[in-house]
């Protein structure tokens, strides 16, 4: 039987919030190189200018790939929400109103063969 879910989707999952503290990190690494490299070429513009932009545009892709890289939790939602469809909630349904009915009868047939089993003594 084939699963319904890859479980190779459920370990990339997984490494999803070790990727975003990877991301958080090295974006506070970049923002403390951009503030070093800002005070430590302060007097010099025209050295300044191609670290800081390197160090800018760094620091801009990695709070964008921070920002959407979805967490762990946001997969779950995103993988239940595509597997709920109507026919499947339809068909719970159904099931569960079976289900319903059997368990009613048999609660009926226990009853009915408890008391049977009172008059007899």
Known sequence: MEPIISPWLFYWIGIADGL????SVLLAGSVIAL??????????????????????VGVFALGLMLVLVPT?????????????????????????????????????????????GKEKK
Request: positive net charge; proline residues 1%.
């Open 35 to 56: 503030l070093v490299t800002t005070i430590f070429y302060a007097c010099d513009k025209e050295k300044l200018m191609p670290h800081f932009w390197k160090y800018l």
């Open 72 to 116: 762990k939790d946001t997969l779950y939602k995103m993988i239940i929400a595509q597997n709920i469809t109507y026919e499947r909630v339809s068909k719970a349904g159904d099931i569960g109103k079976e289900l319903h009915k059997t368990l009613k009868q048999d609660v009926l047939d226990i009853i009915k063969e408890l008391t049977r």
């Open 20 to 23: 975003l503290i990877l991301l």
